[in-house]
């Protein structure tokens, strides 16, 4: 029950985060209690050694081609929405030319129509299942 009670005042008192009341109050249940004694002993252990962590700074050829890399990346981006752009428009050409064609069957436009129609719920099926996990990929934070 006590032990409960100290849990997260242990943290705290690593972290210099208590009034000099709370400070008592964990220093006299240390003395009484040998498992949250050991277990401030690994925080304050565990805080140094975070303390003496350095940053490694990146090698400088790292510095030296992240430009090249941010352009790199823009032009791909480009050239993708000059295919996509380009495809789509194309394709609506293409559909308004076959539909108001009078020498094709009206068969044909159907059969057509009907494969158009499931092509493009196949690619708002995959566009809408890209989109949700978009919002939960833990990775579309990494760099590559
Ligand atoms: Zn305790």
Redesign the pocket.
Known sequence: M??DH?GPLISAYVDDELDEEARADVEG?MGT?A??AAEMQALLRLRKEMGQMVLREPPQVVWDEYPACVATRAWRNIGWVCVVGGTAAAVVIGVVAFACDPEVPALAKGIVGLMGVGLLSLLLSVAKQRCREAKTDPYTRILR
Do not use: E, L, T
């Open positions: 006590a032990c100290y249940h209690c498992a949250c």
